[in-house]
């Protein structure tokens, strides 16, 4: 069992930074790929950014690109979504995955974190 806690949500006027951190537990591998999803109200769960294991590899939602930056601390079994210049289209509950392979992370993660809210107001 791998358990995943996320932290860093709150509220932040359009224009400012957050920064979402998610410590995994359990199960763990240090070569698992690890990332995040979020999901408004009403709208299906979309992806937003992913890390491979060692770091050397992102990919990020065209949505988020350029303004968002994922890194990790596989040390502390943690993963970090540096978020700036937020929108409020970037209101959401963000979600923690994992997986085990970083092919298939867009679509199949295994993990999942209980989420943390993130509102952007206008």
């Known amino acids: 069992q791998v358990e995943l806690v996320e932290s860093g949500g709150g509220l932040v006027p359009a224009g400012g930074s957050l920064r979402l951190s998610c410590a995994a537990s359990?199960?763990?591998?240090?070569?698992?790929?690890m990332g995040w999803f979020r999901q408004a109200p009403g709208k299906e769960r979309e992806f937003v950014a992913v890390i491979s294991w060692s770091g050397d590899i992102t990919y990020y939602a065209d949505s988020v690109k350029g303004r968002f930056t994922i890194s990790r601390d596989n040390a502390k079994n943690t993963v970090y979504l540096q978020m700036n210049s937020l929108k409020p289209e970037d209101t959401a509950v963000y979600y923690c995955?994992?997986?085990?392979?970083?092919?298939?992370?867009?679509?199949?993660?295994?993990?999942w974190g209980q989420g943390t809210q993130v509102t952007v107001t206008s």
């Open positions: 995955a994992t997986r085990r392979t970083y092919s298939g992370f867009v679509t199949s993660p295994n993990y």
């Open positions: 359990g199960r763990t591998f240090s070569r698992d790929a």
